[in-house]
Nanobody, 121 residues
Framework: QVQLVESGGGLVQAGGSLRLSCAVS????????MGWFRQAPGKERELVAA????????HYADSMKGRFTISRDNAKNTVYLQMNSLKPEDTAVYYC??????????????WGQGTQVTVFS
């Protein structure tokens, strides 16, 4: 099992920044691929960014490119999501997820409990 605990969410004014953290524990070798997802009210959960164990393979959703940065510190078993230039449409619950490379996010991932990010104008 892999346990994921997110932190760092909150209320921020548009244009501001937040950094989310995801602490990973348990069978961390099963968490080689890490991702941040978000789900806004009435919308489906969407992938925000993903990163490989080495940190060399990154993926960002188009609307987040240039504003969000995913990173990981394997020594601390922690993944981060730096969010800059936040917009009200970034308001959502943000989830951390982990899986092995051979699986899929929908079927094989471990999930955190989520952290609320609210951006006001």
């Amino acid at each position: 099992q892999v346990q994921l605990v997110e932190s760092g969410g909150g209320l921020v004014q548009a244009g501001g920044s937040l950094r989310l953290s995801c602490a990973v524990s348990g069978r961390t070798f099963s968490a080689s691929l890490m991702g941040w997802f978000r789900q806004a009210p009435g919308k489906e959960r969407e992938l925000v960014a993903a990163i490989s164990w080495s940190g060399g393979s990154l993926h960002y959703a188009d609307s987040m490119k240039g504003r969000f940065t995913i990173s990981r510190d394997n020594a601390k078993n922690t993944v981060y999501l730096q969010m800059n230039s936040l917009k009200p449409e970034d308001t959502a619950v943000y989830y951390c997820a982990a899986r092995s490379p051979g699986g899929t996010w929908s079927e094989n991932a471990y999930w955190g409990q989520g952290t609320q990010v609210t951006v006001f104008s």
